[in-house]
T-cell receptor, first 115, second 111 residues
């Protein structure tokens, strides 16, 4: 149980285009989803926390107009990187937790490369 | 702000025990976690310990918590090549569900 999927697993896009990454909880209802960014050989950086049906809470320094997060259902959250630039290239990982649980389950990550 | 620290590398021989250490600063920490990340993959929750526990054992994994010193360790018995990965320590405070992450310890297995 507690499986979280991400799609796509990797994506290459041109500078200036937008990319949408999906995060799904497959066998549980995810009350809260988290979006992280991980640079090579570094730890995870929390970008935002989203509760189903509410606006996401962004961490300091994360541009909410650039990284659009939607958590419209209990099993799906999306992260859209708008007008992507090469510096947005990174590994994006989502995690999800269900109501009343302290455990976060992680997706396999999405490697974004912006050329 | 709160902080979690780990050493960046640990090298052990196959078959030996690995001990990965972590220190944290949040005195209101409720849960502490160990996650494993293999190359190019997401994170896998290995184990966690509640803050009122001293030890938790799960097959080859033993977690020790010294709450007074704010020190957490993960011991992997009989380390195998499949244990090669980066191990992240994380803690959760009592106020929300966000985790504070260590930088990760890369476990290198020597034959």
């Amino acid at each position: 149980g507690a499986v979280v999927s991400q799609h796509p697993s990797w994506v290459i896009c041109k500078s200036g285009t937008s990319v949408k990454i999906e995060c799904r909880s497959l066998d549980f209802q995810a009350t809260t989803m988290f979006w992280y960014r991980q640079f090579p050989k570094q730890s995870l950086m929390l970008m935002a926390t989203s509760n189903e049906g509410s606006k996401a809470t962004y961490e300091q320094g994360v541009e909410k107009d650039k990284f659009l997060i939607n958590h419209a259902s209990l099993t799906l959250s999306t992260l859209t990187v708008t007008s992507a630039h090469p510096e947005d290239s990174s590994f994006y990982i989502c995690s999800a937790r269900s109501s009343g649980s302290h455990e976060q389950y992680f997706g396999p990550g999405t490697r974004l490369t912006v050329t | 702000g709160e902080d979690v620290e780990q050493s960046l590398f640990l090298s052990v021989r196959e078959g030996d025990s690995s001990v990965i250490n972590c220190t944290y600063t949040d005195s209101s920490s409720t849960y502490l976690y160990w996650y494993k990340q293999e190359p190019g993959a997401g994170l896998q929750l290995l184990t966690y310990i509640f803050s009122n526990m001293d030890m938790k054992q799960d097959q080859r994994l033993t977690v020790l918590l010294n709450k007074k010193d704010k020190h957490l360790s993960l011991r992997i018995a009989d380390t195998q090549t499949g244990d090669s990965a980066i191990y992240f320590c994380a803690e959760k405070g009592d106020s929300n569900y966000q985790l504070i992450w260590g930088a990760g310890t890369k476990l290198i297995i020597k034959p």
